[in-house]
C-alpha cells in the first residue's frame, strides 16, 4: 500500500528554518516524482516545491524561491524541504504529494498528483 507520511512541522518565529520530511513506503521512489503543497486556512492548495524522478530536477514557486530547497534521498525513501527565512505567510498545512512519471519532469500540478499524505501543521509566528 502506497503512503506518504510528513513529518518536523511545528511553531518557528519569522526568520527561522525548518525542515519537512516526507517518508514514503509502498513504492519505489525512484519512479515518482515528488511535490510538496501547503494551504493555509481560506485558502486554496499551492504548489510549493517540486523535484522529478530519479535525476531531481528542482522547481519552486516565486514565493519560496532562494528560501526553501526540495531534496530526496531515494535510498531513504524520502523527499525533504528546507524551509529558510520563514515568513509568517508561510504558515500553513504542508503536503507531500507523488505522481509516478516516465520523464523527469520537475512540474507537479496540484490537480495532478496522485498519492498524497495527511500533512503537517508550520506555524511561523512571533
Known amino acids: 500500500q502506497l503512503q506518504l507520511v510528513e513529518s518536523g512541522g511545528g511553531l518557528v518565529q519569522p526568520g527561522g528554518s525548518l525542515r519537512l520530511s516526507c517518508a514514503a513506503s509502498?513504492?519505489?521512489?525512484?519512479?515518482?516524482?515528488i511535490g510538496w503543497f501547503r494551504q493555509a486556512p481560506g485558502k486554496e492548495r499551492e504548489g510549493v516545491s517540486c523535484?522529478?524522478?530519479?535525476?531531481?530536477?528542482?522547481n519552486s514557486a516565486d514565493s519560496v524561491k532562494g528560501r526553501f530547497t526540495i531534496s530526496r534521498d531515494n535510498a531513504k525513501k524520502a523527499v525533504y524541504l528546507q524551509m529558510n527565512s520563514l515568513k509568517p505567510e508561510d504558515s500553513a498545512v504542508y503536503y507531500c504529494?507523488?505522481?509516478?512519471?516516465?520523464?523527469?519532469?520537475?512540474?507537479?500540478?496540484?490537480?495532478?498528483?496522485?498519492?498524497w499524505g495527511k500533512g503537517t501543521l508550520v506555524t511561523v509566528s512571533s
Open positions: 504529494a507523488a505522481r509516478r512519471t516516465m520523464g523527469y519532469s520537475s512540474y507537479c500540478p496540484v490537480g495532478g498528483m496522485a498519492y
Open positions: 523535484i522529478s524522478r530519479s535525476v531531481g530536477s528542482t
Open positions: 509502498g513504492f519505489t521512489l525512484d519512479d515518482y516524482q
